[in-house]
């Protein structure tokens, strides 16, 4: 079984807090409405010097020095985004060009919303495979989203769920275990999340709040299922389950609905909000920071969202690659 792991993570947030009283100074809201149906307190969104390209470069720079390898072994490129800065090029090409990346690799941007992280990383481990370069069997997998400028400061109902920050992982693949690498990816071409193209006048974020709810609680705990069965593993060989992180509410469902362990599922949207394709890598790199990933872990990670899109990885954590005890990674 051709599989991919996680060796490092980085990540990025912009400094500015925005807190829900901060949203209620702006539109008619309050802390307790949006905490309560959201799980979210405050998130953050960049300012004048940052943009997705300047964060996703930063978090792949950190995943980057942590992972152990040299740069000159990445195979591969992608960023998941759906809020680059330009149409083209891609948010990956020049993150590819600041960090003086291999030139003959694919580099790309991958654009599934809030499933785009876990379709980068199945599309990397093709491409991988596709390739089968000895030399160059890491990716470089990044999630960086600047959603605040998708945002209608006047409509509260989407206005307040949104954030922006970057995270990044270094992935190796190679030959694995039936049991350490499934994917399960889909789409029902639905418009219930819908964004013009940005540089338009009416490029905001429209959301049927209450449909991708419902779409959200079947859809999760099918994609958990489907990954057992094609890895043959129970809810205890899962370490982590990371969802994508838009609303508590939506991760208590599936808790209940799969008699779960609450605490495996990792949650950091109070403090960050939705931030889309980078919501997974972001939870990723918080995780790392606090010691919370070991060598040998599985992951659950399960990403839905515009499109209908939906996509689950499960895959382990491997740590950084530890080549001689001189070279220990940063
Ligand atoms: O990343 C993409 C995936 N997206 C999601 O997963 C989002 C999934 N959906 C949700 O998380 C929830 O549907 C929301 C948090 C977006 C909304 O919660 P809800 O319980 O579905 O609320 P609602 O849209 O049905 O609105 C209920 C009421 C309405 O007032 P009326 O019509 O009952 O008088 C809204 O106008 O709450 C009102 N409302 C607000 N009130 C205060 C909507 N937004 C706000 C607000 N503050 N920010």
Same mark, same amino acid.
């Given at each position: 079984?051709?599989?991919i792991s996680i060796r490092s993570t980085g990540?990025?947030?912009?400094?500015?807090?925005? /807190?829900?009283?901060?949203?209620?100074?702006?539109?008619?809201?309050?802390?307790?409405?949006?905490?309560? +149906?959201?799980?979210?307190?405050? +998130? +953050?969104?960049?300012? $004048?010097?940052?943009?997705?390209?300047?964060?996703?470069? $930063?978090?792949?720079?950190?995943a980057?020095l942590s992972s152990g390898i040299?740069?000159?072994?990445?195979?591969?490129?992608?960023?998941?985004?759906?809020?680059?800065?330009?149409? /083209?090029?891609?948010?990956? !090409?020049?993150?590819?060009?600041?960090?003086?990346?291999?030139?003959?690799?694919?580099?790309?941007?991958?654009?599934?919303?809030?499933?785009?992280? !876990?379709?980068?990383?199945?599309?990397?481990?093709?491409?991988?495979?596709?390739?089968?370069?000895?030399?160059?069997?890491y990716?470089?997998?990044?999630?960086?989203?600047?959603?605040?400028?998708?945002?209608?400061?006047?409509?509260?109902?989407?206005?307040?769920?949104?954030?922006?920050?970057?995270?990044?992982v270094v992935i190796e693949?190679? $030959?694995?275990?039936?049991?350490d690498?499934?994917?399960?990816?889909?789409?029902?071409?639905?418009?219930?999340?819908?964004?013009?193209?940005?540089?338009?006048?009416?490029?905001?974020?429209?959301?049927?709040?209450?449909?991708?709810? =419902?779409?959200?609680?079947?859809?999760?705990?099918?994609?958990?299922?489907?990954?057992?069965?094609? /890895?043959?593993? +129970?809810? $205890?060989?899962?370490d982590w389950?990371?969802?994508?992180?838009?609303?508590?509410?939506?991760?208590?469902?599936?808790?209940?609905?799969?008699?779960?362990?609450?605490?495996?599922?990792?949650?950091?949207?109070?403090?960050?909000?939705?931030?889309?394709?980078?919501?997974?890598?972001?939870?990723l790199g918080?995780m790392d920071e606090?010691h919370l990933l070991s060598p040998g872990q599985r992951l659950?990670?399960?990403?839905?969202?515009?499109?209908?899109?939906?996509?689950?990885?499960?895959l382990k954590y491997a740590g950084p690659v530890c080549r001689?005890? =001189?070279e220990l990674p940063i």
């Open positions: 079984m051709y599989t990540y990025v947030l912009p400094e500015k807090i925005i /807190t829900n009283d901060d949203m209620s100074s702006i539109v008619d809201t309050s802390d307790e409405w949006i905490y309560s +149906r959201t799980g979210i307190h405050s +998130r +953050r969104f960049v300012g $004048e010097e940052q943009s997705a390209v300047s964060m996703a470069t $930063e978090a792949a720079r950190k980057l040299s740069k000159e072994e990445i195979g591969v490129v992608l960023v998941a985004t759906l809020s680059g800065d330009y149409a /083209t090029p891609s948010v990956a !090409c020049m993150v590819q060009q600041s960090l003086d990346l291999p030139k003959d690799i694919p580099v790309m941007d991958v654009n599934a919303a809030c499933s785009g992280f !876990c379709y980068a990383l199945e599309t990397a481990r093709a491409l991988l495979l596709a390739a089968n370069d000895k030399q160059r069997p990716g470089l997998i990044i999630g960086t989203e600047e959603l605040s400028k998708l945002l209608d400061m006047t409509d509260r109902n989407t206005c307040v769920l949104f954030g922006d920050g970057a995270g990044a693949a190679g $030959e694995g275990d039936a049991s690498y499934a994917s399960v990816l889909g789409a029902d071409g639905g418009d219930a999340i819908l964004c013009p193209g940005v540089g338009r006048e009416d490029a905001h974020i429209k959301m049927n709040g209450k449909e991708v709810f =419902r779409f959200a609680v079947k859809i999760l705990p099918s994609c958990i299922r489907k990954l057992q069965e094609k /890895t043959g593993t +129970r809810e $205890e060989d899962i389950f990371v969802c994508h992180q838009a609303n508590a509410r939506i991760i208590d469902h599936v808790v209940r609905s799969l008699k779960a362990n609450d605490a495996r599922f990792f949650r950091n949207m109070e403090h960050l909000g939705n931030t889309s394709g980078a919501s997974i890598p972001l939870a918080e606090k659950m990670l399960i990403g839905f969202g515009s499109g209908l899109t939906w996509g689950g990885i499960l001689n005890e =001189r």
